[in-house]
């Protein structure tokens, strides 16, 4: 029985109509926009969630920008030699991990679609984004505005996120109809202010923020 299993779930998988989506990401001024997302919605099956993790780098969160899908367990080691809190107060998942070094016992479980803001009560310059989607297929553009993803042939309803799009809300960008050959798909996204913006890699002033890194200077090593 075990041939006619696997033969049936080769079916479902990718090597029956497997096609290569090339997608570009642009701004409104024809640049590469990196750390925007893409989902797809369609009536192909995908395949089952993996775990995901956002690092701790030099005092920034790395992927800055992480998409998963519903109910993807996230963990969130710390690579530096200093203690960091990582906490969220967003609706689609609260959560605290409060100081450490190394990786918590504990990984994340993100059950619910929605954005979910990261922040770091020491350090008030870090931020990262979780995107959690409830479509099967979706992928975060490199710094050169680049996703490419391993999808069936088919039709599917795109939609599109970036950090700087206007209120933070996702943006639906029509239908797809991805050919067996493959595609290459070019987006332009408009977003509010300077896509810098939304990742900043210096330090806000912050008066309640400096308290704390003092108080927290005490644990740390």
Same mark, same amino acid.
């Given at each position: 029985?075990?041939?006619?299993?696997?033969?049936?779930?080769?079916?479902?998988?990718?090597?029956?109509?497997?096609?290569?989506?090339? !997608?570009?990401?642009? /701004?409104? *001024?024809?640049? $590469?926009?990196?750390? +925007? &997302?893409? @989902?797809?919605?369609?009536?192909?099956?995908?395949?089952?969630?993996?775990?995901?993790? !956002?690092?701790?780098? /030099?005092? *920034?969160?790395? $992927?800055?920008?992480? +998409? &998963?899908? @519903?109910?993807?367990?996230?963990?969130?080691?710390?690579?530096?030699?200093?203690?960091?809190?990582?906490?969220?107060?967003?609706?689609?998942?609260?959560?605290?991990?409060?100081?450490?070094?190394?990786?918590?016992?504990?990984?994340?479980?993100?059950?619910?679609?929605?954005?979910?803001?990261?922040?770091?009560?020491?350090?008030?310059?870090?931020?990262?984004?979780?995107?959690?989607?409830?479509?099967?297929?979706?992928?975060?553009?490199?710094?050169?505005?680049?996703?490419?993803?391993?999808?069936?042939?088919?039709?599917?309803?795109?939609?599109?996120?970036?950090?700087?799009?206007?209120?933070?809300?996702?943006?639906?960008?029509?239908?797809?109809?991805?050919?067996?050959?493959?595609?290459?798909?070019?987006?332009?996204?408009?977003?509010?202010?300077?896509?810098?913006?939304?990742?900043?890699?210096?330090?806000?002033?912050?008066?309640?923020?400096?308290?704390?890194?003092?108080?927290?200077?005490?644990?740390?090593?």
């Amino acid at each position: 029985m075990k041939p006619l299993i696997f033969a049936f779930a080769g079916l479902y998988g990718l090597s029956v109509s497997a096609a290569t989506l090339d !997608v570009s990401l642009l /701004d409104s *001024q024809g640049q $590469p926009l990196g750390n +925007a &997302v893409l @989902t797809l919605r369609g009536d192909a099956p995908a395949a089952a969630s993996t775990d995901a993790v !956002v690092d701790q780098r /030099d005092k *920034q969160f790395l $992927p800055r920008v992480l +998409a &998963v899908r @519903t109910g993807t367990t996230v963990s969130f080691p710390n690579s530096d030699n200093i203690r960091h809190h990582v906490y969220s107060f967003s609706p689609a998942k609260r959560f605290e991990l409060r100081l450490y070094q190394g990786t918590p016992s504990e990984p994340v479980v993100f059950d619910k679609p929605g954005l979910v803001v990261l922040g770091c009560n020491i350090h008030d310059w870090m931020l990262g984004y979780v995107y959690v989607t409830d479509d099967p297929w979706f992928g975060v553009s490199d710094e050169n505005g680049r996703i490419r993803l391993e999808l069936p042939a088919g039709t599917y309803q795109a939609t599109l996120w970036h950090p700087q799009v206007a209120d933070m809300l996702p943006v639906a960008a029509g239908s797809l109809q991805v050919p067996e050959q493959g595609l290459s798909q070019r987006y332009p996204l408009e977003l509010v202010g300077d896509a810098a913006q939304a990742l900043p890699t210096q330090p806000a002033p912050s008066a309640f923020g400096e308290a704390i890194r003092k108080a927290a200077s005490d644990v740390q090593p």
